[in-house]
């Protein structure tokens, strides 16, 4: 049986197996900001092709798209993150701390206020807030709080060369709205026809104030989104369709099921564009009650398309306001809205309507968390402690790892020449130093399936010893037939 991982556990194995590193660690790192080591770069791309290959490249009414991280402030004016997207903070009197007031754990109630991210920034920061019983995370201190304010999420930067052409822009806090933006190019340039999704991996970039555990919440991460147009009265069936899809991903992947859940939200709980909404949970080793959202599957109604169909109308009056998006107020729907440039006319059925989104969206450095907290194991071997990584074969860093059993005898020229034929196909690690176990033991701990050594019979009958991963059980290969063991044991 598995061990339970903790935090720790994780982060150590992480910066000393060479997953996972602080960003400008020499001078003393950047808060909430990571760097993927060797080891950690190759088990992130395995994760982004797993998804790739699950939502894109195995079916047919999906296609791809690379959006630029810098768009124009307009999309995030139509998309409301200019004018809402915020979260409320207040300060501690005391300890100076800042912290969110949906993160403040109540003395009387041991509860946190409602979640506020998406808020309106002025009316929310208007409305009155009991923090009296509030407690400081911090330094413990209970009802010393400033007024609630209003903390913009989105990270700013200038483009342009003299004063007099900069343009504020933003760096984008998720990657679907290059997607909405971009909907008529794709109909326009494919032969896609509704229902039909588009999909795509990047960066995204969030000011948050409380980021926490590891790679869980960080400011700078990988999301993994897809928005699936539907006609409207299709889209509940949708919905379902792609929850149980998004789950099962996760199953495939070697997730344990009884680490993976649902959690519905509540009526009150849905952000303001959305018609129904469901988080993939899994039981993290950190938190309040250990579940935390692994991915969210959201329908999201037609309001995206419609909202940019709306900001495409505004566009004189930003030119007027010299970029100010202060000073503007996204214009009136048009009556004929259906006849818009984000509508969709279905030829088969000769009618025009605005397709319902449904939007399954998962970051990649959580996903990648989450496989690293779930392949985590120890177990005694001969009166010592086996640490290991129980990754699924498709998500492991490394496929395989040869080596010679010891460095004379020509064993290490037999070794090379099956570590360059293997790696034109797989991931593949060479080893010739320590001892054969303590060889095993490191690649245990990075989470490589197999390992092939080549020793004293080789010569004799062609054959190299295949040692499995998590049975530690070997076999005799012959070395003509090692290509064809793995992959078919890989499924690759």
Not at 4 to 27: H, M, N, P, T, W
Not at 97 to 104: A, G, I, N, P, S
Not at 294 to 310: M, P, S, V
Not at 468 to 482: G, H, K, L, P, T
Request: charged content about 30%; overall charge negative.
């Amino acid at each position: 049986m598995a061990k339970l991982a903790k935090l720790d556990d994780i982060v150590s194995l992480c910066r000393r197996r060479g997953f996972i590193f602080q960003s400008s660690e020499i001078y003393g790192g950047l808060a909430s900001c990571y760097d993927y080591g060797p080891l950690g770069a190759e088990l992130k791309r395995n994760v982004r092709n797993a998804w790739w290959k699950h939502v894109v490249q195995m079916r047919d009414d999906v296609v791809g798209l690379d959006c630029s991280i810098l768009m124009h402030p307009m999309v995030w004016k139509a998309s409301g993150h200019a004018d809402k997207f915020a979260d409320l903070v207040t300060v501690c009197k005391k300890c100076n701390t800042r912290t969110r007031v949906d993160h403040l754990q109540d003395s009387r109630e041991g509860t946190a206020e409602e979640h506020t991210e998406h808020v309106d920034i002025e009316t929310e920061a208007a409305r009155p807030h009991d923090l009296a019983g509030k407690v400081c995370p911090a330094c413990g201190t209970v009802g010393q709080f400033t007024p609630p304010m209003a903390f913009k999420l989105m990270f700013e930067t200038q483009m342009g060369a003299n004063v007099d052409d900069t343009m504020t822009l933003y760096l984008r806090p998720e990657t679907a709205q290059g997607i909405f933006a971009n909907f008529r190019n794709v109909l326009d340039s494919t032969r896609v026809k509704v229902p039909f999704g588009i999909a795509q991996i990047g960066k995204s970039f969030r000011n948050e104030v409380t980021t926490k555990a590891f790679i869980f919440r960080t400011r700078e991460f990988e999301q993994a989104e897809l928005e699936f147009f539907c006609k409207p009265g299709t889209d509940e069936q949708w919905y379902e369709h792609w929850k149980q899809q998004r789950f099962d991903w996760y199953l495939n992947l070697g997730i344990k099921k009884e680490n993976l859940r649902f959690r519905d939200h509540d009526p009150d709980e849905l952000a303001h564009y959305a018609k129904a909404c469901v988080d993939v949970e899994y039981k993290f080793p950190f938190g309040s009650g250990d579940w935390q959202e692994l991915e969210g599957i959201a329908n999201r109604t037609d309001y995206d398309l419609r909202q940019h169909q709306r900001g495409i109308r505004t566009m004189n009056d930003w030119y007027e306001s010299k970029g100010d998006l202060t000073k503007i107020s996204l214009k009136a729907e048009s009556e004929d809205y259906l006849k818009g440039p984000l509508a969709y006319f279905d030829e088969e059925a000769r009618e025009r309507y605005v397709p319902y989104v449904i939007e399954p969206s998962a970051g990649v450095d959580r996903s990648t968390l989450a496989f690293l907290v779930d392949a985590y194991d120890e177990e005694e071997v001969k009166g010592e402690q086996r640490n290991l990584l129980r990754f699924s074969p498709a998500l492991a860093p490394v496929k395989a790892a040869v080596f010679p059993l010891v460095k004379k005898d020509g064993m290490p020229d037999i070794a090379m020449n099956i570590y360059n034929d293997l790696k034109k196909q797989f991931t593949t690690f060479y080893d010739e130093k320590g001892a054969v176990g303590r060889r095993y033991r490191r690649q245990d701990e990075a989470g490589t399936p197999y390992c092939i050594t080549v020793d004293g019979q080789t010569k004799k009958d062609n054959t190299v010893t295949v040692r499995e991963r998590d049975s530690m059980e070997q076999a005799r290969v012959n070395i003509d037939q090692v290509k064809t063991f793995l992959r078919e044991k890989l499924d690759l």
